[in-house]
């Protein structure tokens, strides 16, 4: 199973394994959700021998550039790190596969809320932009969470160019490696009390969600509405998430 992580021999079959994978969603139903509930499920994006195949490079460092510690910060209880150049076959090839199904989308929301960014139609030339930015830094990462362990409510940025929508794979398996630890997020709206989502996932099971801002559509037009994410306390075991954001970082 590490050849699907470290595929040296036939890289381009496991590219074009996971473009095929990503074409079978419902792309109009995720989008829908995205554009209703700031988040959507993509279900079975991973098998089971490839979530155990990557939550095992969480223990090899020569594959991150750095190690994070979140109570030393004030995130939360947990640590995690990010993943460098080149990145692990299957992440990569995921990145690239998953970032045209969602720039369509990012532009429309950009141009709802006023904001002048407008996303190229491939990953690699969106990470161009970035680089001449001086985003350099690579930003998937993967998260290692223990019994009380839990992540604050955040937001993915790390620089000026943001793409909107990042994605989010759960590595482990619920009631079995771990219990509690459920994705959380919070939408803050204008003059109303925020708006709470909860997203059971299984397993491989991926959640694409917004985010910093998303255009909500209204009696008056569009408005924008702030979202933060995060990870309720685990209760027992051991929780593994790999995070695909797709801008990277100064």
């Known amino acids: 199973m590490r050849k699907l992580i470290a595929n040296e021999d036939r890289p381009d079959a496991l590219a074009t394994s996971l473009e095929a994978r990503v074409a079978g969603y419902d792309w109009a139903a995720i989008h829908q959700e995205l554009n209703g509930f700031g988040c959507a499920t ?11 195949a990557l939550s095992s490079l969480y223990a090899e460092e020569e594959h991150f550039r750095s190690h994070v510690v979140m109570a030393r910060h004030g995130f939360g209880k947990g640590e995690y790190r990010y993943f460098k150049y080149p990145l692990p076959d299957i ?19 950009n141009e709802a809320m006023g904001f002048d960014q407008r996303f190229p ?11 001449k930015a001086g985003q350099l830094r690579p930003t998937p990462l993967l998260l290692q969470y223990g019994a009380g362990d839990f992540n604050c409510l955040h937001q993915d940025l790390y620089g000026d160019l ?21 994705f959380c997020m919070t939408e803050q709206r204008p003059r ?6 909860v997203v059971s996932l299984r397993q491989g099971d991926a959640v694409a969600f917004a985010v910093h801002n998303r255009p909500v559509q209204g009696t008056r037009g569009s408005y924008r509405v702030n979202l933060r994410h995060g990870v309720s ?12 954001i797709f801008h990277d970082a100064k």
Not at 42 to 52: D, Q, W
Not at 97 to 105: D, E, Q, S, T, V
Not at 236 to 241: A, E, K, L, Q, V
């Open 192 to 197: 109303m009390q925020s708006r709470v989502e």
């Open 233 to 244: 306390r685990v209760r027992s075991g051991t929780r593994h998430t790999a995070g695909i």
């Open 91 to 109: 992440l990569g090839g995921l990145r690239t596969a998953l970032y045209p199904r969602f720039a369509g989308l990012a532009n429309t929301w």
């Open 121 to 131: 139609a491939t990953h690699d030339a969106y990470l161009e932009q970035c680089h």
């Open 42 to 52: 993509l279900p079975r994006l991973l098998s089971p021998g490839e979530c155990r």
């Open 162 to 182: 943001v793409f909107p929508i990042q994605v989010a794979i759960l590595l482990s398996e619920p009631g079995k490696d771990f219990s509690g630890g459920e």
